[in-house]
């Protein structure tokens, strides 16, 4: 029984990952009915721009600043997010909006998208090399321990976080009035400008979120994985692309359950049986999920999503 | 058409590539230069080039009263099977080299050597551990110690220095150097321990980042230590979810850890850890001290162990080259030539200790168990000689 708390917990933490990259390729599907693969690659530059940040204020680069540990965790998530909201909206300025201009079809868009994750993990790799980079220890780690069941205060932030930021989107997108002109968006690209509502807007602002808290489940992770390598991002967001399909992409309640439901099923599957049957199990167990329901747990087989 | 204009470069290549070759030695380098452990071709790389630039700085390899440049090829393999290969291939048969140093790691190693055996090219690995690298191949040969040799080293010390009864390992599964000495090790303990005394027998993927579930499943089994026949880049990962899942004993690791980057990735998680390797840095004398402190001023940092093995593997290959008095023009006669040297090769004088070779063209030689310093230094604990 507590190895089996014990593995919720792991499955809570790993699950929390999935769903924070799977929130960010549902609401840009859920927008522009685009599948941004370079989305597991936005979170690997993420990791990478919280390497940069941390390191920076913690003083192990250049030595300019010194601050203390919580100091600089406290300036490194504002900033880490900031900066990958940035490079996920240009990724969108100078690949998928000339694209939409020319009114490109939407498999070109996704193989842009894909060739734009190849392009963010090689260009890493060129211009840093492939030396791997620790996150350098921001808080100190405590563990607690009941019975036989360990948790430390990071996982617990890990998935406290996860939690926030599914209410706060859920918030946003059906209960504001940008989240209003998001869903507009979804519904007819067309009609929208006549209405007034500046497309380009909503669409930069679908990106600043997707990628600002693919930023944030960068430096989240590289905190509970504290080794960064280029190809870090690629099946982690391949298999949050999964989840979200499974949850029924488009919808954020969807995303959100189907990154927990991937990642309980890999570790109970890991924890009981031998580890080579857990994708094997995984993926088997969502093929048949899918083949119920085809548009996913929570889909609707329109374009009415989000 | 297209066909023929390539297959007239190629050919040109090849031509050029021989009228070159006269006066030069060409030898192959099938390293990780990128990948999952780029530290290790890294340090192959710089241990080459330091070797090349020292006998070209003094004319030459001086074969039969001539002296020959050497030419160095390094080929990246990736770190995956498919990939070295495909770059042994390149080395083989594009650079026509005499001889080929690497793969460093088995999972590399064992699928490359095949390819060297069939295409008639001696190679040697200066890391790989696994015995399948060399088994039923005359073309292949290697510098370090095997695993079945490792395995009791690992055991014996862990029965020693902890008292440990019960064992726990966690492998890599893709891995043939993990997988391998994984079980060799766990034949081993049970041998030691009774049956039932390896506790738990996890294994992972090569591209997985979370181990929860698995060490969740260690870690309930109460092991009195955990063996980690894994490389260094993973060991950082497991090592601290180990201690997010409440784990407090130690840990024991094989030569893949003894990376430069163990330390810089680990950090103090893995101070205060033992595993067994292929030389001591920290304390070394004679010739090992002066390829350390002449690698230290090039490059700023203490070599790892296979900085030091392709040190002797390559200097092994230019011995046996050296030795057959003249350079065939040929490289099918000349490769053959240095493979039936190599052979003769009875005994050699390395900076990572004497070896002899025994039938299968392995080493036999001395292992060494060291701690993780304070410093991240590692130093010497114990030094285990084959009986």
Known sequence: ?306 | MKKTVLLVLALLLVLSGQAFAADTIKLGFVIPLTGDIPKVGEASKFAAEMLREEINGKGGLDVGGKKYKLEFVFEDNEAKPESAVNAMLKVIERDQVLAVVGPQSSKQAVPAGGVANDNETPMISPWSTNPDTTKGRPWVFRAAFLDPFQAPVVANFATKQFKAKKAAVLFDISNDYSKGLAEFFKAEWEKMHGAGSVVGMESHGSKDQDFSAQLTKVVAAKPDFIFLPENYNIVALIVKQARDLGYKGPFMGSDAWGSAELMDLCGKECVGQYFSTHYAAAGATGATKEFIDKYNNKYGYIPDDVAALTWDATRLVLQAIQSVGKVDSDTRKMRKAVRDAMVNIKSFDGITGKMSFDENRDPIKCAVVVKISEKGEFTFAESVCPK
């Open chain 1, 1 to 306: 029984m507590e190895i089996f708390i014990q593995n919720l917990f792991n499955a809570l933490q790993w699950g929390s990952f999935y769903a924070l990259i799977a929130l960010g390729y549902t609401l840009v599907y859920g927008v522009l009915l685009l599948i941004n693969f370079a989305h597991g690659d936005i979170f690997m530059v993420g990791a990478y721009i919280a390497f940069f940040v941390s390191s920076l204020l913690l003083g192990d680069l250049m030595g300019v600043f010194n601050l203390p540990g919580w100091a600089a965790l406290a300036l490194t998530v504002p900033l880490t997010m900031l900066l990958t909201a940035g490079v996920g909206v240009t990724l969108e300025r100078i690949a998928y909006r000339p694209l939409r201009r020319k009114g490109a079809h939407r498999l070109y868009v996704v193989i842009t998208a894909l060739m734009c994750g190849l392009i963010l993990e090689n260009g890493n790799l060129a211009l840093l090399g492939a030396s791997r980079r620790k996150l350098p220890d921001m808080v100190d780690k405590v563990v607690y321990t009941f019975g036989s069941v360990s948790v430390t205060n990071l996982k617990v932030w890990v998935i406290i976080t996860a939690f926030l930021v599914f209410f706060l989107l859920q918030f946003i997108v059906t209960r504001t009035r940008i989240g209003m002109a998001m869903r507009a968006v979804a519904w007819d690209k067309f009609a929208l400008p006549l209405m007034g509502i500046p497309l380009d807007s909503i669409i930069v602002f679908t990106f600043v979120l997707g990628s600002g808290f693919a930023g944030l489940a960068g430096l989240l992770f590289a905190m509970s994985y504290p080794i960064l390598d280029p190809y870090m991002g690629a099946m982690v967001g391949w298999k949050a692309f999964i989840a979200a399909v499974v949850g029924g992409i488009g919808d954020i309640r969807g995303a959100f359950i189907g990154g927990f439901l991937l990642a309980f099923i890999e570790i109970m599957v890991a924890a009981f049986l031998p580890s080579t049957f857990r994708d094997l199990f995984a993926f088997t167990i969502l093929l048949m999920i899918l083949w119920q329901r085809p548009t996913g747990l929570f889909g609707v087989a329109k374009t009415t999503k989000i």
